[in-house]
Nanobody
């Protein structure tokens, strides 16, 4: 049973933008904290951004001012708008519901390269 489905990854040049989407089943979306994590090759998975059901957000220092997390309760979808991308942002990005012990998507690859 697939509950979190990410999309929107791809190859982008440095300085470019991408928007990731994560469609969630209603049962795990409503009322829960939604997050984006990422894992670069050879590195541990790290928290990128979090949004509560009320819309409060939190970001990793490395993405503050460049990334924006948002959610729409009508579509049970969470987004990650990524601007001013650099090679350091290259990673597999994962959608998460309800924290590290909760639900995970399959991941979507983001590659920033010229």
């Amino acid at each position: 049973q697939v509950q979190l489905v990410e999309s929107g990854g791809g190859l982008v040049q440095p300085g470019g933008s991408l928007r990731l989407s994560c469609a969630a089943s209603g049962s795990i979306f409503r009322g829960n904290v939604m997050s984006w994590y990422r894992q670069a090759p050879g590195k541990q998975r790290e928290l990128v951004a979090t949004i509560t059901s009320g819309g409060s957000t939190n970001y990793a220092d490395s993405v503050k001012g460049r990334f924006t997390i948002s959610r729409t309760n009508v579509k049970n979808t969470v987004y990650l708008q990524m601007n001013s991308l650099t090679s350091e942002d290259t990673a597999v990005y994962y959608c998460n519901a309800r924290g590290p012990s909760g639900n995970w998507g399959q991941g979507t690859q983001v590659t920033v390269s010229s």
